[in-house]
């Protein structure tokens, strides 16, 4: 029970509380508290801020603590009948409970990050019109052209340091969702608090509502965002440019991370903008610096260097030109030239494979069109070009048939592997077919997670290329450093550096990735290492300190409840 002497005192306790907290915000009290979900704590709020905060009679009596709340909600979350109800039940606690959903987020990293983000997020953009229950982040459509400076400033908090912007052109391999794409910039900015510690409070996702294509979300009573088609030309242009100068004066010197773009404005976009203001690309970037990562990792069990390698990418997209981008970059560090590195590098697109010949290719293809006869089929590629590494971002399941597999291991004793299209029904192939159409040899990895694969008396766990140990490090770097700008040579050593934590005993496991378990350290090595191109590269913005590691890692998030009283 209170007494009426407590009560006195927890209202003096509270009042200089909230004023040392921040005159400007003081804390809201009461259901307003209970109502905000980074401030939130639920039946954890002691007895001493019950009293303070105006909470009595408005929680149930009995106190727990976040460890209790913890343990019921991966039971309740382990309940759930199906992995859109897990999906579900988690965006419930981000809205609720945001400590808590983090907490829980990061003790079960790599059990919820499939429920959280890929494959689960692509089913829940689908699904979104029907499981939308709460706004997240912020919807910026067509019809607030010329007013998106005032639609930005309805954002509560001035500090944002990362954006997370879609258009919904190409979600996953999932092609159009308009506006329901909103689902990857909450689940992305999700992974930049889980695995990299930015503090959600400077996150932003951004959903750019410039219409659909998807005629069934037109014709859908449930769809969320503008019911016309997309905005192209020049009003499409005028529309991201006026977002990008709004963004960069209501947040100055915010990193800007483009997702899910379609590849024709993706291109576009990163080129013209990535010497203006601080902003990359993760479909074309991060997944490059993940799979660079992961050719790094299993040319140690091949024991052969990187300009070894003959690399057919199939899919000549955003993810596989980026990929080939990053490899000849790596190359050329290693004394190739960039006409002889881009030799090395081989794309596939739904058309054939990129040749010289070929007259109907678009530029970002153009470098990797080498001479030689047009070959329609994959199969016929690998017969011709033997690549020591084939690496799929194509959208086409199944594609990596068992001719192609056993076709790239007759001719490698392990060939490299990596089918990297997600979600999981979209992968060029499963783990097991890799696997099993090599005799065990592939050194295989996949964009979507696969269980392990029993085989001849051995346990293969394959890798995940999964843009989440990159992206977030990445994002925590250039944060920290307040670097200006992301650069190619920032996704090279963030590559080298995730490299660099994968070990022996991964590596004999059979994956060239470290254990997701790991990634909040793999973040802060990766964060370091971007870091310190920006302290070296004039990028940054602030003073380099002697520890760029320790100094990274004291800026991560930890989610743990404060006392309020
Ligand atoms: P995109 O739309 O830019 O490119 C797809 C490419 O695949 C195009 O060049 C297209 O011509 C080609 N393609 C489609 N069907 C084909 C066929 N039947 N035969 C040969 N080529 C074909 O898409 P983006 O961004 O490159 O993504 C591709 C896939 O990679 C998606 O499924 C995406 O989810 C996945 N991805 C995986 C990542 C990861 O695992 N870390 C990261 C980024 C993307």
């Known amino acids: 029970m209170f007494s009426d002497k407590s009560a006195r005192n927890g209202h003096a306790v509270l009042e200089s509380s909230v004023l040392a907290r921040d005159r400007r915000h003081p804390l809201p009290k009461s259901l307003d508290l209970l109502h905000d979900p980074s401030l939130n704590k ?21 106190i727990t603590s976040l460890e209790d709340q913890a343990a019921r909600v991966i039971a309740t979350v382990r309940a759930k009948k199906t992995d859109l109800d897990r999906y579900n039940s988690l965006i419930a606690l981000q809205d609720r409970n945001e400590t808590l959903f983090y907490h829980v ?30 706004a997240r982040g912020m919807y910026v459509s067509d019809s607030d052209r010329h007013h998106i400076r005032e639609v930005l400033a309805n954002w509560p908090n001035d500090d944002v340091r990362v954006i997370v912007v879609t258009d919904g052109e190409r979600v996953l391999g999932l092609g159009d969702l308009g506006a329901h794409g909103m689902g990857i910039p909450v689940g992305k900015l999700s992974l930049y608090t889980a695995c990299a510690g930015v503090n959600p409070s400077q996150c932003l996702p951004v959903t750019l509502d410039v219409g659909t294509d998807n005629e069934e979300l037109l014709a859908s009573p449930v769809y969320l965002g503008l019911p ?50 601080c902003l990359f690309n993760d479909d074309i970037q991060g997944t490059a610096a993940v799979s660079l990562a992961g050719l790094l990792s299993a040319i140690r069990v091949t024991h052969k260097k990187l300009t070894d390698q003959t ?6 997209g955003e993810a596989a030109t980026g990929i080939a981008d990053l490899i000849v970059f790596a190359m050329m ?18 058309k054939g494979l990129v040749v010289a010949g070929r007259n109907d290719l678009v530029e970002h293809k153009r470098p990797y069109a080498h001479e030689h006869e047009p070959l329609p089929d994959l199969f016929s590629a690998v017969q011709s070009l033997r690549p020591t590494a084939l690496i799929g971002a194509s959208g086409k399941s199944s594609a990596f048939t068992q001719a192609v597999l056993s076709t790239t291991a007759q001719e490698n004793e392990r060939p490299i592997i990596f089918a990297l299209s997600n979600p999981t029904q979209q992968s060029e192939c499963t783990a097991e077919e ?50 200006t700008r992301v650069t190619q040579e920032m996704f090279y050593e963030a590559a080298k550096a995730l490299a660099g934590t994968v070990s022996s005993a991964d590596l004999s496991k059979g994956r060239v990735f470290p254990g997701l378990d790991r990634v909040r350290e793999v973040s802060a090595v990766i964060a370091a290492a971007v870091a310190k191109v920006a302290f070296r ?29």
């Open 333 to 350: 560090k290693e004394g190739l030239t960039e006409e002889e590195a881009r030799h090395h590098c081989w794309l596939m697109d739904s």
């Open 537 to 565: 590269d004039g990028l940054a913005t602030v003073e380099e300190p002697p520890d760029v590691l320790g100094w990274v890692k004291s800026q991560m998030y930890e989610p743990s409840y404060k006392s309020y009283v």
């Open 105 to 134: 987020l990061i003790e079960h990293l790599a059990e919820l990050m499939p429920v959280i983000y890929t494959p689960t997020i692509g089913q829940a953009c689908q699904e979104y019109g029907h499981i939308f229950r709460r």
């Open 42 to 62: 639920g039946r954890a709020f002691s007895e001493a801020e019950r009293l303070a905060l105006g909470l009595r009679g408005l929680l149930p009596p009995r």
């Open 228 to 277: 016309h088609e997309r905005i192209r030309g020049e009003a499409y242009d005028g529309f991201i440019e006026e977002f990008i100068r709004a963004a960069n004066d209501r947040f100055p010197n915010v990193l800007i991370q483009l997702e899910d773009f379609g590849n024709a404005n993706a291109f576009r976009l990163l080129k013209k903008y990535r010497d203006q203001v």
């Open 434 to 483: 890799a696997y099993h159409f090599t005799e065990g040899r592939a050194i295989f990895a996949s964009g979507s997670p696969f269980p392990d694969v029993r085989m001849r008396e051995r346990t293969i766990t394959p890798g995940q290329a999964n843009n989440a140990y990159v992206f977030p490090g990445i994002g925590l770097g250039i944060i920290a450093s307040r670097s």
């Open 311 to 316: 690399i057919l990418l199939f899919g000549a």
